[in-house]
């Protein structure tokens, strides 16, 4: 009898295992699928954190090259601000020199205008000097008082055409040598020792050259005769001649008379030669 009892248990769970099976199997596939989804969303999470954290190295690094570049551009700008604040400085500075010297030069340049002015005025006084030298008529040869008559009585003073002719001739070969050589002697007068000083003007391409030539007395002989050549130069009046004659025509020179020619030859080349002056 004990084998005829049924178990209704037993049955039901026979018919309920298959259902069960499946339950836990679509159980056991959610877990896994929960499971993958879970290890991809924390590998995704993880590699999200690497991935913003090297892009925030990077955003960082290049933050900090831009701040450097900024600051390497600032500091040239200053450094080239400095530079023109010290160029600025200079060029003010020799501003001022300019300035100062161009007032100088000013000054200068009124200074030798009106030593121009006072050179030309002494060379028109000089060009006038020889103009009248040329013009003047000789001095007439003294006549003695004896050979003077009356005029009023109709009667000619005795040699008086003939010495008219001489100091015409006498003009005309002072002339002539005056148009070969440029010499003009403007005058001549007697010093305190008695010496004639001859006051006499040498012209040429290089200009005019002003001088007293001194016959010194008391020579034993004619050729030992002494002559003293004194230039009257002024430093304003003769500034290009004096850059242009030889040192030896500037000063006081002692000569007999046997070298007169050669000095005067000397005189005329000096003054009649072309010279180049080169540039220091």
């Known amino acids: ?108 340049n009124k200074k030798l205008a009106d030593s121009l002015a006072a050179a030309q005025g002494e060379s028109k006084t000089l060009s006038n000097k020889l103009a009248a030298a040329r013009a003047a008529p000789p001095e007439p040869k003294n006549v003695p008082g004896s050979a003077i008559k009356n005029r009023s009585n109709g009667v ?45 003007l040498q012209t040429g391409r290089n200009g005019t050259l002003h001088f007293h030539l001194t016959v010194v007395s008391g020579s034993d002989s004619y050729e030992d005769t002494e002559f003293i050549y004194q230039p009257l130069l002024n430093e304003q009046r003769d500034k290009e001649l004096l850059d242009l004659l030889p040192d030896y025509l500037t000063e006081e020179i002692y000569f007999p008379r046997g070298q007169a020619a050669k000095f005067y030859c000397k005189v005329v080349d000096s003054m009649s030669k072309r010279i180049v002056l080169e540039d220091e």
């Open 156 to 200: 000619v003073l005795p040699g008086a055409a003939e010495t008219a002719k001489e100091a015409q001739l006498a003009k005309q070969k002072i002339d002539l040598y005056s148009d070969l050589t440029n010499l003009v002697v403007l005058g001549m007068k007697r010093n305190e020792h008695e010496e004639d000083v001859y006051d006499c």
């Open 1 to 108: 009898m004990s084998n005829g009892i049924r178990r209704t248990g037993s049955v039901s769970d026979s018919e309920r295992d298959p259902v069960l099976r499946r339950k836990v199997g679509d159980l056991t596939r959610k877990l896994d699928a929960m499971t993958l989804k879970y290890d991809t969303l924390k590998e995704t999470a993880s590699l999200g954190k690497e991935s913003n954290f090297e892009q925030l190295r990077k955003s960082t690094e290049q933050i900090a090259k831009d701040q450097d570049a900024v600051i390497k551009a600032l500091k040239q700008q200053n450094s080239e601000l400095q530079s023109r604040t010290s160029d600025l400085a200079a060029v003010k500075k020799e501003l001022a020199q300019l300035s100062k010297e161009n007032a100088r030069l000013n000054t200068e």
